[in-house]
């Protein structure tokens, strides 16, 4: 089987030992809404584990008011190599530290990624773009700015307000010229895959995009760029060395 980090893994009895390392000691974990918004609800963090009885113990990664959840979520298991995802049923359940969760056997039916994902939010990238949707059979072009919240070989996460979330959509095509000032080479293109409302709370932009690139020959020229930006010089290093 191919090893590489960024397909999907296809070896259903691969899933099992990608699952044990997924469930280690401070593993994010995101509830989101099983709805077509997935809309994220709570990030919380694996504190332990009983692989026996399948189920974890979570603690939100932020503690507040107490929070009730009660139907069917999403819950996203992530750490440095590894994503999964499943969705569960839970009866009314107040969450103000800790959670304890009981994870479905047919977890392990369901695709796994591994795909490294490298987090930008502290970083303060900016990146411009142009956008391009199809609308009534035309096509309508707008020129914004909006911040880089993570990137992997596969795409990045921009961050954007609610004016900038109101007029893209599923399948746009959005056309980046610029990362922080510094004109690109060769212009990278990528396609909108979601678009997703976040808790306030949590951030303070409304939205989240997901952008899959189309095409993974002008990554090297990404990863150059933000290595320029960052303070600590090492930055660029880690990135080449990760992907």
């Not at 009895?13 to 280690?24: A, F, R």
């Not at 963090?45 to 008011?65: Q, R, T, Y």
């Not at 990624?113 to 309508?140: E, P, T």
Request: hydrophobic share 35%.
């Amino acid at each position: 089987m191919n090893r590489n980090k960024y397909e999907l893994i296809q070896d259903r009895n691969d899933i099992g030992s990608i699952l044990d390392k997924l469930l280690e000691y401070n593993s994010e974990v995101i509830i989101s809404e099983d709805t077509t918004e997935k809309r994220t609800l709570y990030k919380s963090n694996i504190v332990f584990v009983n692989h026996f009885n399948h189920e974890m113990v979570l603690k939100p990664a932020n503690f507040g008011h107490p929070f009730s959840i009660s139907g069917k979520y999403r819950f996203y298991i992530t750490n440095e190599q590894e994503c999964m995802h499943f969705t569960c049923t839970l009866g009314k359940t107040t969450f103000p530290r800790f959670l304890v969760l009981k994870w479905p056997v047919s977890i392990f039916q369901q695709n796994t990624r591994k795909n490294k994902r490298i987090s930008l939010d502290h970083k303060n990238f900016l990146v411009n773009f142009s956008n391009f949707s199809l609308n009534a059979n035309l096509v309508k072009e707008t020129y914004q700015e909006a911040k880089l919240m993570d990137i992997s070989k596969a795409g990045f996460g921009l961050s954007v307000d609610e004016e900038i979330a109101s007029f893209l959509r599923p399948n746009d095509c959005l056309i980046f010229t610029y990362i922080n000032e510094k004109p690109l080479k060769d212009k990278l293109s990528g396609n909108v895959v979601y678009i997703k409302k976040i808790n306030p709370i949590m951030s303070s932009n409304n939205y989240t995009v997901g952008i899959k690139f189309n095409e993974e020959t002008r990554f090297n020229e990404i990863l150059y760029h933000l290595g320029q930006k960052t303070d600590n010089k090492d930055d660029l290093n880690e990135l080449k060395r990760l992907f």
